[in-house]
């Protein structure tokens, strides 16, 4: 699907959140020992969905300042699910989708400074959040 609005971009940032929750909470249910960070990140993803959601209901005031933002592939930001059987290799996964989802993030906000102010500052926020915290977070349970 080739996004070109807002609410497109929306859409898909809640479904990757959602994704991304639902394989931490299977990493959590998968390895017991690592249950509080996963569990933790499943649920700061559907902060940052929701962060999101109010900053483009806030800023979204007429139908072209926010109808065509965006020239993104959403093909280019599949995330894995379904975690790996072992701790290394779901690690890896993990830090995989991270990436993939900055990844978005940082081109989304990109895409859209010209145009809003505050849905950019919400997509760098959970780039931020993301590198400054789950990626060494991540780091520290490869061990």
Do not use: C, W
């Not at 959140?17 to 249950?35: D, I, M, N």
């Not at 894995?80 to 290799?89: F, I, N, R, S």
Request: aromatic letters at 10%; zero cysteines; proline letters at 4%.
């Amino acid at each position: 699907m080739h996004l070109r609005t807002a609410s497109q971009a929306l859409t898909v940032v809640k479904e990757m959140e959602e994704a991304s929750a639902v394989f931490y909470e299977r990493l959590a249910g998968t390895f017991p020992e690592h249950e509080e960070p996963f569990g933790a990140f499943a649920a700061e993803n559907r902060k940052f969905s929701t962060q999101v959601e109010r900053a483009y209901y806030g800023v979204i005031s007429d139908a072209i300042e926010g109808g065509f933002a965006f020239d993104l592939e959403t093909d280019e930001f599949a995330l894995e699910t379904e975690p790996a059987g072992d701790l290394p290799a779901a690690l890896e996964q993990a830090r995989t989708n991270e990436d993939t989802i900055i990844r978005f993030y940082t081109q989304a906000a990109d895409q859209s400074r010209s145009l809003m102010a505050d849905l950019p500052r919400a997509f760098e926020h959970v780039v931020k959040r993301r590198r400054r915290k789950r990626l060494p977070k991540l780091q520290e349970l490869t061990g």
